[in-house]
């Protein structure tokens, strides 16, 4: 079954500084991954995603995320934080065929200003 | 066009009791997914609905139930309810089932409180 890991619960950055908050997966078969973001009392918001092609995925709000296959991992990156992307950010994953998305349990990134 | 919407939007019940939550997908969306949100696990997949048939279900006690009416409104039941219960249950919706890559737009969660 697949499996994504989100290994920092929190993730604190300066205003202004580049951003990675990490997730690594297991698939079977080939993955779809996604990035969902959720702001204080709000249903999760689609972010960006990667399906096929370049590795490279650019997102909302400046977003982008990094697919590498051998290190079966997903990060999403920001050149520079902003306060108001303080957020709860989670990784998914979806293996081939009939199966469900699953979700990591989530980082809380916090950006000072 | 209107986003998912989910009635209703807080919730307290008691022990034992039963409790039907309700979803009603983006208009042309045929997938509807159920979500469980608790600070401790995350999110957790309940199930996937897709043409009034469930496609996949969570690891979950058989209390948590769920259905699909012809027009892709879902509703989810739990019977029986305990305190671990208590959670922000979320609906998410996709305009296909079959096409993995589609990313699924979410509603704003029922919050189930359990006394």
């Known amino acids: 079954a697949q499996s994504v890991a989100q290994p920092e619960d929190q993730v604190n950055v300066a205003e202004g500084n580049p951003l990675t908050v990490k997730c690594t997966y297991s698939?079977?078969?080939?993955?779809?991954l996604f990035w969902y973001v959720q702001y204080p009392n709000r249903g999760l918001q689609f972010l960006l995603k990667?399906?096929?092609?370049?590795?490279l995925v650019k997102g909302s709000y400046g977003f982008e995320a990094e697919f590498n296959k051998s290190q079966t991992s997903f990060h999403l990156k920001k050149p520079s934080a902003l306060v108001s992307d303080s957020a709860l950010y989670f990784c998914?994953?979806?293996?081939?065929?009939?199966?469900?998305?699953?979700f990591g349990k989530g980082t809380r990134l916090s950006v000072i200003a | 066009k209107a986003g998912v919407t989910q009635t209703p939007r807080y919730l307290i019940k008691t022990r034992g009791q039963q409790v039907t939550l309700s979803c009603s997908p983006i208009?042309?969306?045929?997938?509807v997914s159920w979500y469980q949100q608790t600070p401790g696990q995350g999110l957790q997949f309940l199930f996937e609905?897709?043409?009034?048939?469930?496609?996949n279900k969570g690891n979950f006690p058989g209390r948590f139930s769920g259905r699909q009416f012809s027009n892709s409104r879902s509703e989810m039941n739990v019977s029986t309810l305990e305190l671990g219960d208590s959670a922000l249950y979320l609906c998410?919706?996709?305009?296909?089932?079959?096409?993995?890559?589609?990313?699924?737009?979410f509603g704003p969660g029922t919050r189930l409180t359990v006394l």
């Open positions: 998410a919706s996709s305009p296909l089932a079959g096409s993995w890559g589609n990313e699924q737009f």
């Open positions: 208009s042309g969306h045929r997938s």
């Open positions: 698939v079977s078969g080939n993955p779809y």
């Open positions: 990667y399906i096929t092609g370049d590795n």
């Open positions: 998914a994953v979806r293996d081939e065929g009939n199966t469900p998305l699953v």
């Open positions: 609905y897709f043409s009034e048939t469930q496609r």
